[in-house]
């Protein structure tokens, strides 16, 4: 059976953290979907299309992976894709608390499903999407924060 993984997200925009989680990750599977979701009341702060674009240009080389958009839930798009895990990174316990009750509710609307955990790089325990997006509102340089090669600005 191959090993097909889902790492959901809404990568707004993807950093260092979401990066080194998925490329550790990526021995572990066959394919590999980073699916952006799509929340039609929630616009997101970067557009979809270039969301897409920056992980998309991080993963050119890496050919089990492939970038997609959903909407709904994510146990569906697992169905769809026959997907058998569900791919999240870890940084504190309040993640771990969050992930838990999702998985264990994922678990229950789709027991074929399991949820794999990886643990967060320590570099980048503190980084999160909102924070990049924070330091940008009030005209910082974020690119540091977010794989080499994402120019934030242009
Ligand atoms: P959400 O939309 O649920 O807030 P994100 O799009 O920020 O999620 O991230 C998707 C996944 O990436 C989550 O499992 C989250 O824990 C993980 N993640 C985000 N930032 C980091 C980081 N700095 N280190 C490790 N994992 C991270």
Request: with cysteine; hydrophobic share 40%; aromatic share 12%.
């Amino acid at each position: 059976m191959e090993r097909i993984a889902v790492f959901p997200g809404s990568f707004d925009p993807i950093t260092k953290g979401h990066e080194s989680v998925l490329k550790r990750a990526l021995p572990l599977f066959d394919k590999l979907y980073i699916a952006i979701g799509i929340n039609a009341d929630k616009k997101g702060f970067f557009s979809i299309e270039k969301r897409m674009a920056w992980i998309k240009k991080v993963f050119q080389d890496y050919p089990t992976v492939e970038v997609i958009q959903y909407e709904g839930l994510t146990v569906d798009l697992c169905k769809k894709l026959n997907a058998n895990y569900i791919l999240r990174g870890l940084r504190t316990s309040a993640d771990f608390e969050f992930e838990r009750s999702i998985g264990q509710i994922n678990k229950k609307l789709y027991p074929g499903i399991e949820t794999v955990f990886i643990l967060t790089a320590p570099e980048y325990t503190s980084l999160n999407s909102g924070i990049v997006r924070d330091i940008l509102c009030h005209g910082g340089d974020a690119n540091q924060f977010v794989p080499d090669g994402i120019d934030l600005t242009a």
